[in-house]
């Protein structure tokens, strides 16, 4: 088989940070103990503050689950003042569950689900929020985030969730929340930090973080590394090995004046899960009903192929930034950030379009491929503080932002891959269909698999100026307002054998929010609110499915930028001597002016779709022994204005209406606590309990709903070693985390172990 794939880094790299790994196992935990009681404990690590910003980061050591403030200077007010739902994953709640992946923190956030990716649509984080697809709608410290990735966090201090649509913070999308990622940078103290993780299913993780100041303490110096692999418990032949490094450093830590320089590199080498085909409601059904995923029998089944599916992806993010105190209550901030990520994968889709599946019990194994690379380069300047102005106390942030996206996609031809009626069972017709109850990825596979450089070339120039502001009116009374304006152009180009198009759009929109705060304690509010988002044509920038119907032969209007407005009213309180943040918030959002389908290749900004829903969420500690972390979602989602039934510009029978909109579960609710039985000793524990999802817009294709439960235990060895066991899944459940509109669903983990040592010096 010949194949080209994307220009990674040899393996040394990766070889070099198992080996860091292994060096870490190697002393016996007896040793490590010894070598501690020689060492002071570090439990107390104070960080310094930088003016009105510190860019070292948020503290390390904070064991609380609660979070006062995000860690974005465009939110003007600490959380429990500022009128939208925000909630924050801090660095503790990541180590107590174990979590290595985005997709994994983001279990203990209800409201939000995952969509599966194939080709067309990258395979990567897909997250939907509130329901709306949120996948270009990830940031890090604050710039966006682009291209199709699945995202690691051994370089993640914690994980801001802003819920509502909120352009007016980042720019295009955003209809129903998004994502920002907070890195670790230089702290004011060394440290080495460090642990190994031996799991079942041969998970193996080793990670590294050392901080060391130099330069009379003026400056300091970061590292991380990761290393993991791991099969998957309760799915054969999966396989995930990945690597990465994180350097950083500060200049002017305590000065008026700080700098940070950062990098970020991550890849991955994967054998992909290709998921569990939905099976047809009968034998001699010809479209899906009411139809969830069919494992034929055995939930351990991998429909793949060895010899032919991977996936290698990178992620290359370098970041230079300024921050300078002009006095004691302005400061000036630049960001510029260069970032790369690409993928290059061929796996297995279980298709059943062939209705192969009930008839004769056998899979299509069409093979899906994508060769990916998306670069972005963005200038962020911003300017925050407070001042007064006619009586009333303003703390504002203000900016403007300068960014530049390419996405380059192309894939590979794989022959044949021509959607054949599989009657006989595994192996057959070349490896192309295998049985549903017994595949084999051991398969032969007979076909080509050979590079295709056709495809497209986008390219997006987005520009934009911002300003938001929190107006004391009285020590009662806030006003929080934000002002947004951006425009967007996107070019597209696409070679393909019947030759080249080229599409563009040029969008300009304003966004804006405004929210009424009343504050009838110190420690709780009350408050109204309304925002907005706007979603272009293109917003994607070729690295996702945008709903942007313009492609070669479709006719359209003059299609405008999707706009999404939403209506909160909530509460937040701070109790138990401001330990624990309790919140509560009831919603209208409404996207309209969605691009549908009125004609056959024909589209206009007609369709309308709303969510109406109740949030609640608690974080912090209970009592100085006992920390939670839950939240509860209700999302009644509806289709009010769907268009034509279709896919691709062809109208199909059937109607949408008033359907309940995909990945959007009624009710989801997360549970995670812990208890410090004594000052070495603390056990805990999770339930997440998430309706059945629909998979598409017509309501055929689901997911049923499940309730998975987690354990956890941690021992403090030394004042410097400490032991931690998880049992993730605790009960085996089988079940499906990622529902993709068409063919197939992905399967979600079985039972797995984790034990990790850790060590702090």
Known sequence: MSRTTLKIPARSPRMLASAIGVALSAGSAAHLAQAAENIEPTGERNPISLGATNITGQEQDNTSYQVEKASSQKYTAPLVDTPRSVTVVPQQVLKDTAATSLQDALRTVPGITFGAGEGGNPQGDRPFIRGFDAQGDTYLDG??????????????????????????????????????????????????????????????????????QFLDDSAAFRLNLMSHEQNVAGRDAVNYDRWGVAPSL??????????????????????????????????????????????????????????????????????????????????????????????????????????????????????????????????????????????????????????GEETRVSGYTVSPNANPVCTTAKGSLGGQCTSLSNPNPDDAWNGSVARNYNGTNTKATSRAAYVFDTIELDPKWLLNVGLRYDTF?????????????????????????????????????????????????????????????????????????????????GTKWDLFHDRLSLTAAVFRTEKKNTRILVDALTYQNAGESQVDGIELSASG??????????????????????????????????????????????????????????????????????????????????????????????????????????????????YYDKAFSTHFANQAAGRTALLTTSFHF
């Open 143 to 212: 710039v966006r985030d682009t291209g199709g990735q699945s995202r690691e966090i051994f370089d993640i201090e914690s994980i801001e969730v802003s819920k509502g649509p909120n352009s007016s913070f980042g720019g295009r999308g955003s209809a129903g929340g998004s994502l920002n990622l907070v890195s670790k940078t230089p702290q004011a103290r060394d440290f080495t930090n460090g642990g190994f993780t031996y799991g079942s299913d041969q998970t193996r993780r080793y990670v590294l973080d050392v901080n060391r």
């Open 250 to 403: 500060t200049f002017g830590l305590g000065t008026p004046t700080r700098v940070n320089l950062s990098y970020y590199h991550m890849e991955s080498d994967d054998l992909p899960d290709s998921g569990i085909p939905y099976g047809y409601g009968s034998s001699t059904a010809t479209a899906h009903v009411h139809d969830k995923p069919n494992d034929g029998g055995d939930s351990n089944n991998f429909y793949g192929l060895k010899s032919r599916d991977f996936r290698k992806t990178r992620a290359d993010i370098s970041t230079f930034s300024i921050e300078h105190d002009l006095n004691d209550n302005m400061t000036l901030k630049n960001t510029l950030r260069h970032g790369s990520t690409g993928q290059d994968y061929v796996l297995t889709q279980p298709d059943d379009s062939k209705f192969n599946v009930n008839r004769y019990g056998t899979v299509w194994r069409r093979a899906n491929s994508r060769v990916s690379t998306t670069t972005t380069t963005t200038n962020q300047t911003d300017l925050f503080g407070s001042f007064q102005a006619l009586g009333f106390k303003h703390t504002y942030s203000t900016g403007l932002e300068f960014t």
């Open 489 to 569: 152009d996107t070019e597209a180009n696409t070679n393909a054998v019947a030759g080249r198009t080229k599409i563009k759009d040029d969008s300009q929109f304003f966004n804006w929010q405004a929210g009424l705060v009343w504050k009838p304690v110190e420690n709780a509010s009350i408050y109204a609110s309304y925002a907005t988002s706007a979603t272009p044509a293109g917003g994607l920038v070729g690295e996702g499915s945008d709903g942007n119907p313009l492609s070669a032969g479709a006719a359209t209007s003059d299609l405008q930028p999707e706009e999404t407005v939403n209506y909160e009213l």
């Open 621 to 734: 500690k209970i009592t100085e022994q006992w920390q939670v972390f839950a939240g509860y979602s209700y999302l009644d989602s509806e289709l009010v204005k769907s268009g034509l039934n279709g896919r691709n510009g062809v109208v199909s029978a059937g109607s949408n209406k008033g359907n309940q909109m995909p990945n959007t579960p009624k009710n989801s609710f997360s549970l995670w606590t812990t208890y410090e039985i004594t000052p070495k000793l603390t056990i805990g524990g999770g339930a997440f309990y998430v309706d059945e999802v629909y998979g598409d817009v017509g309501n055929t294709v689901y997911v049923p709903s499940y309730t998975r439960y987690d354990a956890m235990a941690s021992y403090k060895l030394t004042k410097n070693v400490d032991l931690q066991l998880n049992v993730q899944n605790l009960t085996d459940k089988t």
